[in-house]
């Protein structure tokens, strides 16, 4: 069975950043895509940021330049670091795996990160 498990999230003062954690199982971690989403109150979900099986990077322009997406395919586990956080950065942040072969893709519950003073 495969499960995607976000961490790290929490509260951060502007201007802060944190380390979020995507943690998966059931699955061949080095065979999947991975990417990171936020979705805000009143929102629809956004793609922040995705790293391909071999490590190829994409940002969107909302995080570019403050984000960091990297992957460790040993521990199974692909991070988004955030950094220079703003306010309008606070929304619960998620895990998404695609696989390189095969149209199911996974999502995780999401870890909520909220950015105020």
């Known amino acids: 069975q495969v499960q995607i498990v976000e961490s790290g999230g929490g509260l951060v003062q502007p201007g802060g950043s944190l380390r979020l954690s995507c943690a998966g199982s059931?699955?061949?971690?080095?065979?999947?895509?991975m990417g990171w989403y936020r979705q805000a109150p009143g929102k629809q979900r956004e793609l922040l940021a995705t790293?391909?099986?071999?490590?190829?990077?994409n940002y969107a322009d909302s995080v570019k330049g403050r984000a960091t997406i990297s992957r460790d395919n040993a521990m199974s586990t692909a991070y988004l670091q955030m950094n220079s956080l703003k306010a309008e950065d606070t929304a619960v942040y998620f895990c998404?795996?695609?696989?390189?072969?095969?149209?199911?893709?996974?999502w995780g519950q999401g870890t909520q990160v909220t950015v105020s003073s």
């Open positions: 998404n795996a695609v696989p390189l072969f095969g149209s199911s893709s996974y």
């Open positions: 059931g699955l061949t971690f080095s065979m999947f895509h």
């Open positions: 790293i391909t099986s071999d490590h190829m990077t």
